[in-house]
Every structure is written in structure tokens, then in C-alpha cells.
């Protein structure tokens, strides 16, 4: 089974801080994705990666930045928390290449920023 | 702005009846639409997905319509038992890999 682990389940900030959340993958997959859920929202793509320090910006990109040094790892940075980054944070992995491949997520972290 | 768009935002249905949740879109460039399944306290797990040249996709209770020229997919659940209560999401992509994901549907099965 696919097995995508997020470092933290619950984390709480304050405003101001430099904030990291670390997701590994452990199928070896190309593709990483870091999402965030918020009620009424759906899933909104903040940044993904298709191979070890490559990145694209995705839908909200704004505050946030990512690290990939190891295919397995990636890490979402919020470079300075604020109060509207509350929210549940997702990572996501997949194979690349031709036809779609499912996504596999992780259990999430909720963030809260005080 | 929505790439896709779901609705219901929240559904209740009785033990045994048929659960529908719908999903349209505009980027006819689309080619893949899965379904998602996120229990309370878990990511979302794939369900099931189609992919335009087909028009139904069934696995056990759960059925994927499809109209490509409506624009248009919904997910069924025949049979809903209290064990699906969940959100639903739908999404699609381009095939280039990145998912669009619909706002959700809370689904709440009544024993």
C-alpha cells in the first residue's frame, strides 16, 4: 500500500512564524503536491513537484514556498504565517507520466495561526 | 475561479436509497474525472475515476454517469449504507497531472 506520511497532525503557530510541513511518500513516486482544504473550498493546489528540486506554482501559491532535495520528501514552507494560512494542509504523491495516475494523500495536518 | 463544480454541498439520504452527487465542468481539455472519498480525520482516497470516451463506469455500488456533451458527471451510490457517510469530492484533470477538485459533498446515510 501506497503510504503517504504528514510529520505532524496537529500543529499551532503564531503570526509571524517561519512554519514547515514535511510529507514523505514511500512508492517512489515523481510527483508531489501540497494542497490546502477549507470548508465550502474543496482542495486548492498550492504548489507540486515533478521531480527532486523541481516546483510549480499551483492555483495559491502566495505565502508559501516548497523544498524537494530527496524524491521522497517534500516540504511546504510559510515563509511568515498569518491568521488566514489556518487550515488543513495535504500532501499528495503519484506516478508522472502518460494517461492519469490517482493521487495517494496523507492524513493531513491542521495548522492553526494564532 | 471553479474548474469544477459540485453540488450538493451536503445530502441525506436513508439507509438503502441511491445517493447523487454532480459535477460540471468547462475546460473541454479535460480527460480524467475521479471520484474522492475522505472519512473524518483521513486524506482522501481514490474511489473511482472515468475518462471521456466511456459514458458509465460501475465498481460494486458505486456507478460514474458521464455526458461529454453536457459537460457533466455524477457519482451514484446504490444501496447507501451508513459506512459511506463521508464527503465526496469530484475532480479532473488535463492528464498533465495536477487535479482540479470540486468544493465537496458532506453525504450523511440514515440507518
Known amino acids: 500500500d501506497v503510504k503517504v506520511t504528514q510529520s505532524s497532525r496537529y500543529l499551532v503557530k503564531r503570526t509571524g512564524e517561519k512554519v514547515f510541513l514535511e510529507c514523505v511518500q514511500d512508492m517512489d513516486h515523481e510527483n508531489m503536491f501540497w494542497y490546502r482544504q477549507d470548508p465550502g473550498l474543496g482542495l486548492r493546489l498550492i504548489y507540486f513537484s515533478y521531480d527532486v528540486k523541481m516546483k510549480e506554482k499551483g492555483d495559491i501559491p502566495e505565502g508559501y514556498s516548497v523544498s524537494r532535495e530527496k524524491k521522497e520528501r517534500f516540504s511546504l514552507i510559510l515563509e511568515s504565517a498569518s491568521t488566514n494560512q489556518t487550515s488543513m494542509y495535504l500532501c499528495?504523491?503519484?506516478?508522472?507520466?502518460?494517461?492519469?495516475?490517482?493521487?495517494?494523500f496523507g492524513d493531513g495536518t491542521r495548522l492553526s495561526i494564532l | 475561479q471553479q474548474q469544477v463544480k459540485q453540488s450538493p454541498q451536503s445530502l441525506i439520504v436513508q439507509k438503502g436509497g441511491i445517493s447523487i452527487i454532480n459535477c460540471a465542468y468547462e475546460?473541454?481539455?479535460?480527460?480524467?474525472f475521479p471520484w474522492y472519498q475522505q472519512f473524518p480525520g483521513k486524506g482522501p482516497a481514490l474511489l473511482i475515476a472515468i475518462r471521456p470516451d466511456v459514458s458509465e463506469k460501475k465498481e460494486g455500488r458505486f456507478t460514474i454517469s458521464f455526458n461529454k456533451s453536457a459537460k457533466q458527471f455524477s457519482l451514484h451510490i446504490m444501496d447507501s449504507q451508513p459506512g459511506d457517510s463521508a464527503t465526496y469530492f469530484c475532480?479532473?484533470?488535463?492528464?498533465?497531472?495536477?487535479?482540479?477538485f470540486g468544493t465537496g459533498t458532506r453525504l450523511t446515510v440514515i440507518p
Open positions: 475532480a479532473a484533470s488535463t492528464g498533465a497531472n495536477n487535479l482540479f
Open positions: 475546460n473541454t481539455a479535460f480527460d480524467y
Open positions: 499528495a504523491s503519484s506516478f508522472y507520466g502518460q494517461g492519469s495516475w490517482p493521487q495517494h
